[in-house]
């Protein structure tokens, strides 16, 4: 395992398939825990301590309610785990560094940046991304009403930021969305559509599960 | 970012055993806002990664004899919620963007960030030193300090660490071989070098929890910044206010992102005694708090900053 690159996707492709067939197909592979530390015997784990990698680990991450496997280095994000090892590709990876808000999905009901999470710390935890969304939720739909997106690309990342929101602020104003939605950014500016979507999201929700 | 290997430790003890004597032995993840982000760019290479989420006795605030204690796992939206903590310090917390890093961020991280000087975050070092000189003086400066006479020039991120110096908070830093307690106030530290910090925590040590004293002191926090969206403030002010009626008895006030730690203007502490917080005074107080300080080529508007943050904490304290 090279230490000096990204391991943005699986390393060992199988031949003969597109790169997300390849990428899903790796799913379950052989846990390899890592054997040898990296730190000198001194240093070495307290008991009872459970230490792993640098190699590939084999890790269960619950998205969108189901339980799902894969097997990555612990340096990998869940953003890089979820576009690159799962197949989902609803969260983007722009500014990488927990500022642009693409990556938005929400762990334990509260929006993070996936892109400045590990995948393996984001076990035992109930992630959240805009797949596991109905097409026609409310927020999407909104969206859609009030001209929320022009390219798309930030627009996961805010719907989902938008559901997180809307489940502490069931009632808001637009400066409140402002101020709520401030964690996401838009290039093309579609700023005033997506503070008009979510306040008409939230009535539509009263007295619904806001998914 | 380098691959490393990671422990997921349950226990304080556990966690301090796989701290290294080296900053590149080990890095501590919380919320990892920072550490990510270090470790992306090569600042931070740590051999293992120690996530200390799964230790129980680092979470929530607890009111104890002593006052209130902050465990180092609460979040910054849990800080910002707290009916138990100062106002100053919630406010402090509220001001921090955006719900994402409120969400993730640790107020034992927002202690224990690393600057966030663009020099630095480049790979040019701590303190920017070129042939035995730093480059910010004649630099891209704009965001740097106001106060002090280098060679760090970069700013405290902290947004928690100027309130908790005028509540007179301490920290708690924990190793294998025992335990400290050290007020915020010395806490944080203007290094001389290249090879030193900008907080006295060693890198085998785990900040675990923040003690804030019983106060009925009258708090604020005001910052200012450029744009609401994420960003760090170009200036901050918390002021902690002891009263005897409406007259001041006694004043802390204490200045962020001016200087490479929390900036305690005393002479505004002192211009506050035996006066009732007005527009007046405050804004006496405001210009006091701005006295010796030393713009460099590009930031005197920080100047400016500084003052009427302190300014606007020291009304909104008053303020019923």
């Known amino acids: 395992m090279s230490s000096k690159k990204d391991p943005e996707l699986p390393v060992q492709p199988k031949s003969g398939f597109s790169r997300r067939g390849f990428i899903r197909g790796v799913g379950i592979g052989s846990g390899v825990l890592g054997t040898t530390g990296l730190l000198p015997k001194e240093a070495a784990a307290a008991p009872g301590a459970a230490v792993v990698g640098p190699g590939p680990v084999a890790m269960t991450l619950t998205i969108n309610g189901k339980p799902v496997n894969l097997t990555a280095e612990p340096r990998v994000t869940l953003l890089d785990a979820m576009r690159n090892y799962l197949d989902l590709t609803g969260a983007k990876r722009v500014c990488d560094r927990g500022t642009c808000g693409a990556c938005t999905v929400l762990i334990n009901g509260k929006s993070v940046y996936s892109c400045t999470t590990l995948a393996i710390d984001a076990q035992g935890k109930k992630i959240e991304t805009i797949e596991g969304l109905p097409v026609n939720n409310p927020v999407s739909a909104a969206f859609v009403n009030h001209d929320g997106q022009q390219c798309g690309y930030c627009t996961p990342g805010f719907v989902m930021a938008a559901h997180g929101f809307l489940r502490e602020h069931p009632n808001p104003t637009e400066a409140d969305v402002e101020h709520g939605l401030c964690g996401n950014l838009c290039r093309c500016g579609t700023y005033m559509g997506v503070r008009k979507a979510v306040v008409e999201a939230a009535k539509g929700m009263k007295g619904g599960s806001n998914g | 970012m380098q691959a490393f290997e990671y422990a997921n430790p349950n226990t304080l003890q556990e966690a301090t055993g796989l701290l290294g004597a080296q900053w590149g032995d080990a ?294």
């Not at chain 2, 480049?122 to 280098?150: T, W």
């Not at chain 2, 902690?240 to 001041?248: D, Q, R």
């Open chain 2, 27 to 320: 890095g501590v993840l919380a919320g990892g806002t920072d550490l990510l982000s270090l470790m992306k760019e090569n600042l931070h290479t740590p051999k293992r990664v120690v996530n200390i989420k799964n230790i129980k006795e680092l979470e929530g605030i607890h009111r104890s004899g002593g006052g209130l204690r902050i465990g180092a796992l609460v979040t910054i939206d849990e800080l910002a919620k707290s009916h138990e903590a100062p106002r100053s310090l919630v406010e402090a917390a509220e001001y921090i963007p955006s719900p994402q890093i409120r969400h993730m961020g640790t107020v034992g991280g927002d202690l224990c960030q690393r600057p966030r000087c663009w020099y630095y975050r480049q790979g040019m070092g701590l303190l920017a030193m070129k042939d035995g000189k730093s480059l910010v003086p004649g630099g891209e400066n704009r965001y740097h300090a106001i106060f002090g006479e280098g060679p760090a020039y970069f700013v405290s991120a902290s947004s928690l660490g100027p309130a908790l110096v005028t509540l007179g908070a301490r920290v708690k830093l924990v190793s294998a071989k025992g335990s400290r307690e050290v007020p915020v106030a010395s806490f944080f530290v203007a290094p001389a070098d290249e090879n030193s910090r900008e907080t006295v925590l060693r890198p085998d040590e785990i900040l675990t929890e923040i003690i804030v004293p019983n106060t009925t002191m009258k708090t604020a926090t005001y910052e200012v910044r450029q744009k609401e969206a994420l960003d760090w403030p170009l200036a901050a002010a918390s002021v902690a206010l002891t009263m005897s009626g409406n007259k001041v008895t006694a004043a802390k006030v204490v200045l962020g992102h001016v200087a490479p730690t929390p900036h305690v203007a005393t002479a505004a502490e002192e211009a506050l005694k035996g006066q009732s917080v007005t527009e007046a005074t405050a804004e006496s107080a405001g210009k006091a708090a701005v006295e010796g300080a030393r713009p460099l080529s590009q930031n005197a508007y920080k100047v400016t900053l500084a003052k009427v943050a302190v300014k606007r904490a020291l009304l909104g304290a008053v303020k019923a």
